[in-house]
């Protein structure tokens, strides 16, 4: 827009130099210069029949049901300015949206490698617990068994000695 108005004002300096009608010349930029508007479904620019730009009136600017009420308003002067400022704040959620996907997918993989590894070390820790658990139920088969044994050991012996007290018993009474 800025380029269109430095444009104008040089055409206006060189028309007060050579006194040649600028209506002509803005008519043709003003055909050349595409504007666009948001409709929802496609943009809208210079009326092709005419030569005249259509921007301002209700009928180019037909926003869907869902689209924000800024868009819903007919333009005026200043209307122009809040479907410019709408898009850049569709534009911004858009690639804030974006950005929010990106960055989700980044976490989501870095995430992943991490609970692979996680996984694996888990997997590894059960393993390797399991394998204890076996060593540690064999040896505590073995002192049942070595307890078992003393057991029935200590058993005969524990005979023998009241076997031998009774004897001793016995030897003194005689």
Known sequence: MQQFVLLAN????????S????K????EMASKLRKYKYTGAATTGPDASSGESTEGTP???AANPGESASLNATLNPDGEQ??????????????KEDIT????????????????????????????????REATRQEVDQVKTTVKDIEN?????????????STVANLKKS
């Not at 996984?119 to 399991?130: G, M, P, Y």
């Open 59 to 61: 009928e180019t600017v």
């Open 19 to 22: 006194k040649v009608s600028t």
């Open 153 to 165: 050991g200590l058993s005969f012996w524990s005979d023998e000695v009241t076997t031998i007290q």
């Open 101 to 132: 996907s990106v960055i989700k997918a980044e976490l989501r993989k870095a995430l992943a490698e991490d609970f692979g590894a996680i996984k694996e070390e888990l997997q590894s820790v059960r393993n390797e617990i399991a394998s204890s």
């Open 10 to 17: 040089k055409i206006k300096q060189d028309q007060a130099l």
């Open 24 to 27: 002509p010349i803005l008519a």
């Open 82 to 95: 809040n479907v410019v400022a709408e898009l850049k704040s569709q534009v911004l959620l858009s690639i």
